[in-house]
């Protein structure tokens, strides 16, 4: 029987409800602390508020805790109930400890990235997990 990727990650953080895992990303183990961030502008779909939002993000990659920045849009993907391309731009970051990423957070490039683009978004949802 194959297993979609997605259908495996979805069992494996089920079946490790409950169980901490913070101690790995803070002994800096592989993996880190993954940080997605989902952004829903103001303006679904306009394509400056949205080169905005990507320009301000990649100004995000030179603050020293962020190990890695992928950006993204929705992807023209099959349609499923169980997909969700609402967004308009997702961010995904690595930082190494929860240090790193309270660092990342509290920097001032971070601050003034929100101060500059928050006005372009109507909804911001994040997920922050470490491996299980």
């Not at 962020?66 to 849009?73: A, D, H, S």
Request: aromatic share 8%.
């Amino acid at each position: 029987m194959d297993i979609d990727r997605r259908t495996l990650v979805i069992g494996i953080a089920l079946s490790g409800a409950g169980v901490s895992v913070a101690g790995q990303a803070e002994a800096g183990k592989p993996g880190g602390i993954r940080h997605q961030v989902f952004f829903w502008l103001k303006r679904p779909g306009n394509a400056e508020d949205r080169a905005k939002l990507v320009e301000g993000l990649r100004t995000l990659a030179a603050i020293p805790q962020v190990r890695e920045l992928y950006l993204g849009v929705p992807a023209a993907t099959e349609q499923r109930d169980v997909v969700d391309a609402s967004f308009d731009v997702s961010e995904m970051m690595l930082f190494d400890t929860l240090v790193d990423q309270k660092g990342y957070q509290d920097h001032p490039a971070h601050q003034a990235f929100v101060a500059a683009c928050s006005p372009l978004w109507r909804k911001v949802v994040v997920y922050d997990t470490v491996s299980a």
